[in-house]
Nanobody
């Protein structure tokens, strides 16, 4: 059973930074891709960023380009999301998701394409 555990969320002021971590068990990140999604209260789950395990290809939703950076450590089965220049609209629960069959090709992320999910970590950006 693949397990993903997120950490690093918290309360931060506008303009601040947070680094989210996603720790995976077993072969969770050996193939395919790992993504970050977020869900704000009353809104649908939104794809934020994705990174392909094989070649590091990345994808970002437009609202975070230039502010967020996704990275991976394949040897330690870790994926990170560095979030800088945080805005109130970034407030949400952030989820790590992975799938051994999915490749980040630049298309909008669909939650249905990812078979494994973490429990989420809360990010609150205060004014």
């Amino acid at each position: 059973q693949v397990q993903l555990v997120e950490s690093g969320g918290g309360l931060v002021q506008v303009g601040g930074s947070l680094r989210l971590s996603c720790a995976a068990s077993g072969f969770a990140l050996a193939y395919g891709s790992t993504a970050w999604f977020r869900q704000a209260p009353g809104k649908e789950r939104e794809g934020v960023s994705c990174i392909a395990t094989s070649d590091g290809t990345t994808w970002y939703t437009d609202s975070v380009k230039g502010r967020f950076t996704i990275s991976r450590d394949n040897a330690n089965h870790m994926v990170y999301l560095q979030m800088d220049g945080l805005k109130p609209e970034d407030t949400a629960v952030y989820y790590c998701a992975s799938d051994n069959m999915y490749y980040c090709s630049g298309a909008e992320l669909d939650p249905h394409d990812f078979g494994s999910w973490g429990q989420g970590t809360q990010v609150v950006v205060s004014t």
